[in-house]
């Protein structure tokens, strides 16, 4: 499915180290200076998911196989970004591109580090970056909102209704705040949907925090907290440097050793992987037997053919029927016969809206 969460944030607050850490397939490089990541770097994802495994040792297949998600460490966004600074129209554009935003956040003290924003201030931060996308959104709401004015004369009630939402997100942003919270409906949203408009993709915050804050947060990260509250957004704390440090450990043994020093029942970027996760409104189905068991990702709200199609597009074309097994079942009776013997198995159609963790085998005629 390739949908990209992309990592933003203000130039060495370790969004390249966070990169690196939660990165399965690519490693970004990391420097203290601004702009060490000029083109974005893409990695794949394993999204953790213990329930995966779980059926592995059920059905000992040949092979085991995550879902993923891209994520992408785009370049440090500076204030004056949306006017070019920085190569600002650059980072913008690919920021545009992908589906979540990660922000990540500096919460730590290190006079090692640089930082030309003046003293750490998170909720600074994030507001130089959330003026430098609402303003971004102004402009490309600004152009349509020209165009379609000219084309009201024709009395369209379509041009009319989109003018009026043009209008609505004119005067959102103006005040600074995100298109997010403006909680388009559905039609309304239809009129800026060619817009790509940054401020509307959902976010999700990470407090990168000192060593002694890992656990328990710190000023900085509650005062980001605070000031997200209202978003509905979730933030995760973290010390990008010592995750980063877990992922690059090859041996389970001294990894785990690691983090039992540390204190950790897993690496807190398993979190944010899955928060990632959630944020893009995705869930996971199964499919399982002797060559594979492999989670598959699809949107919520997916009927059964088009969960189908994730595996081939044949499968969605010449869809009959689905047989489907609820996770809890499968693991509760063992297998996919003893689930049938009890009379868990479920033959579904056309119109069965999947549930996260559906063990499913499709049944089609191309």
């Known amino acids: 499915m390739?949908?990209?969460?992309?990592?933003?944030?203000?130039?060495?607050?370790?969004?390249?180290?966070?990169?690196?850490?939660?990165?399965?397939s690519a490693k970004a490089q990391a420097s203290n200076y601004r702009f060490c990541t000029i083109e974005p770097n893409v990695g794949l994802v394993d999204v953790p998911d213990e329930r995966l495994f779980k059926l592995a040792t059920l059905v000992h297949p040949n092979r085991i196989v995550p879902t993923q998600i891209e994520i992408v460490d785009i370049a440090g966004l500076v204030k004056g970004a949306s006017k070019g600074e920085g190569l600002g129209n650059k980072f913008l554009a690919n920021i545009r591109e992908v589906d979540a935003i990660v922000q990540v956040v500096r919460c730590f003290e290190d006079e090692n580090i640089l930082r030309e924003e003046g003293p750490i201030n998170p909720v600074n931060d994030k507001e130089i970056i959330d003026t430098e996308l609402q303003l971004k959104d102004l402009?490309?709401?600004?152009?349509?909102?020209?165009?379609?004015e000219k084309m009201l004369k024709t009395g369209d009630p379509k041009t009319k209704a989109e003018y009026e939402v043009l209008k609505k997100c004119r005067d959102w942003l103006e005040k600074?705040?995100?298109?997010?919270?403006?909680?388009?409906?559905?039609?309304?949203?239809?009129?800026?949907?060619?817009?790509f408009l940054l401020?509307?993709?959902?976010?999700?915050?990470?407090?990168?925090?000192?060593?002694?804050?890992?656990?328990?947060?710190?000023?900085?990260?509650?005062?980001?907290?605070?000031?997200?509250?209202?978003?509905?957004?979730?933030?995760?704390?973290?010390?990008?440097?010592?995750?980063?440090?877990?992922?690059?450990?090859?041996?389970?043994?001294d990894r785990a050793l690691f983090m039992e020093e540390y204190n950790m029942g897993e690496p807190a970027l398993n979190k944010l992987i899955r928060?990632?996760?959630?944020?893009?409104?995705?869930?996971?189905?199964?499919?399982?037997?002797?060559?594979?068991?492999?989670?598959?990702?699809?949107?919520?709200?997916?009927?059964?053919?088009?969960?189908?199609?994730?595996?081939?597009?044949?499968?969605?074309?010449?869809f009959i029927k689905a047989e489907v097994?609820?996770?809890?079942?499968?693991?509760?009776?063992?297998?996919?016969?003893?689930?049938?013997?009890?009379?868990?198995?479920?033959?579904?159609?056309?119109?069965?809206?999947?549930?996260?963790?559906?063990?499913?085998?499709?049944?089609?005629?191309?």
Do not use: C
């Open 199 to 253: 401020t509307e993709k959902p976010v999700l915050y990470v407090a990168n925090v000192d060593e002694a804050s890992m656990h328990t947060g710190n000023v900085y990260s509650e005062a980001l907290r605070s000031a997200v509250a209202n978003e509905e957004a979730e933030v995760i704390i973290m010390n990008n440097s010592i995750e980063q440090q877990i992922a690059e450990m090859e041996d389970p043994a």
């Open 176 to 195: 600074g705040k995100n298109i997010r919270e403006l909680k388009l409906e559905r039609e309304e949203r239809s009129a800026v949907a060619d817009l």
């Open 2 to 24: 390739a949908l990209q969460a992309g990592i933003v944030g203000l130039p060495n607050v370790g969004k390249s180290t966070l990169f690196n850490a939660v990165s399965s």
């Open 325 to 366: 097994i609820a996770y809890d079942d499968f693991v509760k009776y063992g297998s996919e016969s003893a689930t049938r013997e009890a009379g868990k198995l479920r033959v579904e159609g056309k119109e069965y809206i999947v549930k996260d963790g559906d063990v499913m085998h499709f049944r089609f005629n191309v």
């Open 275 to 318: 928060a990632a996760y959630r944020l893009l409104q995705l869930q996971t189905y199964f499919t399982a037997g002797e060559q594979e068991v492999r989670a598959w990702t699809i949107h919520e709200g997916w009927k059964a053919p088009q969960a189908a199609g994730v595996i081939h597009t044949d499968f969605e074309k010449g």
């Open 139 to 148: 402009e490309s709401v600004d152009k349509k909102l020209q165009r379609t």
